[in-house]
Structures are given as structure tokens and as C-alpha cells.
């Protein structure tokens, strides 16, 4: 088969983004003071994890966002969690999210999986590019895979204890499209992201790369 990457943009995602904008604009003068108060911006570029819930106008569906957000007023959406009518079950057919699961088996050595979903697409590859810092306080980029399955496991020595897990998923997503001139169906991918952190307040080294992808 052929493989061909290309890009896709969601017309749903699209609207999310919209709503997300008119709900953070719309919020009040003093919380927007105290979300400025309560960060340092001096010496890095921080983003605030924010979490909302929310309802969509024409479905009345429950939708819970992560979006992170800056002191520049940089707002991008990372999670997306849509809720059938219980408002308890996640409609995971419409939604995008992962589920971090970890432990420190001993002291900064840490060991978990993240299980990854997103919406009705076939995942063929999840990676997880995790950002540690060693004893001489550089970071170092590790990189752990899963083929064919949304879950993938990592183990390793990050002496931040503050951020422990940090970094990004590189979610390989596969695709069908027709070539007009041969009327053939052919088997494509594309590839969608997701920050990951452990710490509502990061300097993510990834965000700046990954967040408009």
C-alpha cells in the first residue's frame, strides 16, 4: 500500500476553538486579575493549564476542555471531552484526551502508561517524547513507542520533581483517501498532538512546536 502524510483540519475542532475564545473573553475582570497575579512571568514563558466545562448551544452536550494559556494571552486547546446526556459517561467517539497513569518506585525514578483516545480515528502509533532533567540540570528528550495499540509505557530518572512527566504525544492516525485520477482508495496517515504535564503551571520546551500543529 501506499502511505502519503498529510494534514487535516477538523471543522468540529474548529468550532471548539471558537467557543473556547468567547468563554475565556467573557470571563470576569477578577479572575482574569488574579489568573495574572498568581504567575511569574519574569524569567520564562509559563503556561497556565486551565480546565472549563461548558455546554454545546446546539447539542446541550457537556464538554470539559484543557486549554493552556498564557500571560501573553496565547490560548490554545489541548483536551477535548464531549459527554453523552448522563453528563457522566465521555463520548469517545467525539473526543480527544489521554489518561496518564504513574508511580515513583523509587526516589525520581518513574515508571506508567498513558492510554490515548482520540475521537473514532484508528491510532497505528502513539509516541511519547518525555522531556527529563538530569543531575547537572540539562534536559534530555526520551522518546517511547507503542505500534498498533493507544497505549504506550515509559520508565526513567527525571530529578524535576516538581514536573515529573512532561512532554508531548505524537499521535500517528491512519486515513483512507480516493485518487481521482484512478479512482483507488488509498491508505494514508497523519499525525495529531497532545501536551502532556504533570504541573498546572509549565515551561513545556514543546509547546511552542506542537501547539498550532
Request: proline residues 1%; contains cysteine.
Amino acid at each position: 500500500m501506499n502511505y502519503i502524510k498529510f494534514s487535516s483540519i477538523k471543522l468540529k475542532h474548529l468550532i471548539v476553538s471558537i467557543c473556547i475564545l468567547i468563554s475565556l473573553n467573557s470571563c470576569g475582570k477578577k479572575d482574569k486579575e488574579t489568573y495574572h497575579e498568581e504567575i511569574d512571568y519574569s524569567d520564562f514563558n509559563y503556561y497556565q493549564i486551565i480546565n472549563l466545562k461548558n455546554r454545546d448551544s446546539s447539542t446541550d452536550q457537556l464538554i470539559e476542555l484543557e486549554i493552556y494559556g498564557s500571560t501573553k494571552e496565547n490560548k490554545f486547546l489541548n483536551q477535548a471531552k464531549w459527554f453523552l446526556k448522563t453528563d457522566v459517561d465521555i463520548d469517545s467517539l467525539n473526543s480527544h484526551f489521554y489518561k496518564l497513569e504513574f508511580n515513583e518506585y523509587k526516589p525520581l525514578n518513574y515508571k506508567g502508561h498513558i492510554d490515548v483516545v482520540y475521537e473514532k480515528k484508528k491510532i497505528i502509533e502513539v509516541e511519547f517524547k518525555a522531556i527529563t532533567s538530569k543531575n547537572d540540570g540539562k534536559e534530555e528528550v526520551l522518546s517511547f513507542k507503542s505500534n498498533n495499540s493507544n497505549r504506550v509505557n515509559f520508565k526513567f530518572l527525571n530529578v524535576d520533581s516538581q514536573n515529573p512527566i512532561k512532554g508531548v504525544l505524537c499521535i500517528k492516525i491512519e486515513t483512507e483517501f480516493l485518487v481521482e485520477e484512478s479512482k483507488e482508495y488509498l491508505v494514508g496517515h497523519y499525525f495529531e498532538y497532545m501536551l502532556v504535564d504533570t504541573n498546572k503551571l509549565t515551561n513545556n520546551s514543546f509547546i511552542d512546536e506542537y501547539k498550532n500543529k
